[in-house]
Nanobody, 125 residues
Framework: QVQLVESGGGLVQAGGSLRLSCAASAHTFSNYAMGWFRQAPGKEREFVAAITWSGGNTFYAASVKGRFTISRDNAKKTMYLQMNSLKTEDTAVYYC??????????????????WGQGTQVTVSS
């Protein structure tokens, strides 16, 4: 089973940037499509972005398209989320997860598994 550890969160002003990382433990990392999700206080976990096993295809939530970029380095067993032009509404705990065989671009958390512990992103106005 893949274990995931997120890092890179923090406090940033609106308009700023952050890069999140998701490090995987398993040598089979490159076999899986992966995704980023986020959860704000009092809200359900929502899809942010997903990427195929090769990195050749990506998919974004409408709310982040054009501002966020998902990527991966299979040699380093790490996935990234570059977040630019951050808004206060981007404040949330960000999680990475592995596609469990369901649709990788569904945006449904049920199609993902092996969730990391999350990293807090706070955007101040």
């Amino acid at each position: 089973q893949v274990q995931l550890v997120e890092s890179g969160g923090g406090l940033v002003q609106a308009g700023g940037s952050l890069r999140l990382s998701c490090a995987a433990s398993a040598h089979t990392f490159s076999n899986y499509a992966m995704g980023w999700f986020r959860q704000a206080p009092g809200k359900e976990r929502e899809f942010v972005a997903a990427i195929t096993w090769s990195g050749g295809n990506t998919f974004y939530a409408a709310s982040v398209k054009g501002r966020f970029t998902i990527s991966r380095d299979n040699a380093k067993k790490t996935m990234y989320l570059q977040m630019n032009s951050l808004k206060t509404e981007d404040t949330a705990v960000y999680y990475c997860a592995v596609n469990n065989g369901g649709s990788w671009y569904s945006g449904d958390p049920a199609d993902f598994a092996s969730w990391g512990q999350g990293t807090q992103v706070t955007v101040s106005s």
